[in-house]
């Protein structure tokens, strides 16, 4: 199993949304993100005052091994603009897992049977 963690434009996040549950990713968590950028590299603006901090939204997901790639494609596909600050996106592994409801673990944890 794979944990993606994706920092992502506010603005992005529907369509991101929209086109994981296309691909069958229909859960993850998401909270709201601030980051510092690199301010050398670019100045931001915000309602007429310098500002430092980046607002965005981090998504973290639990895939199977067989999802990690269409996974980050799709992310990587549907938060692109090509602007700076587009975002991260960040694989570790994830040695075990637990539903605590059916105490079910490993890869029969992620998902609902139908």
């Not at 949304?17 to 915000?46: C, M, P, Q, W």
Request: neutral net charge; hydrophobic residues 35%; glycine residues 8%.
């Amino acid at each position: 199993m794979k944990k993606i963690e994706a920092i992502i434009r506010r603005s992005k996040f529907e369509e991101v949304k929209e086109a994981l549950h296309d691909i069958d990713i229909d859960f993850f968590t998401y909270s709201e993100t601030v980051g510092v950028g690199n301010e050398k590299k670019r100045k931001k603006v915000l309602r007429g005052g310098d500002t430092e901090f980046i607002s965005r939204l981090t998504l973290s997901i639990v895939v199977r091994d067989i999802n990690l790639r269409k996974t980050v494609d799709c992310i990587l596909e549907k938060a692109y603009t090509g602007e700076v600050g587009d975002g991260k996106i960040f694989v570790s592994d994830i040695e075990e897992s637990w539903r605590i409801r059916t105490k079910e673990s490993g890869d029969d944890s992620l998902y609902v049977k139908d």
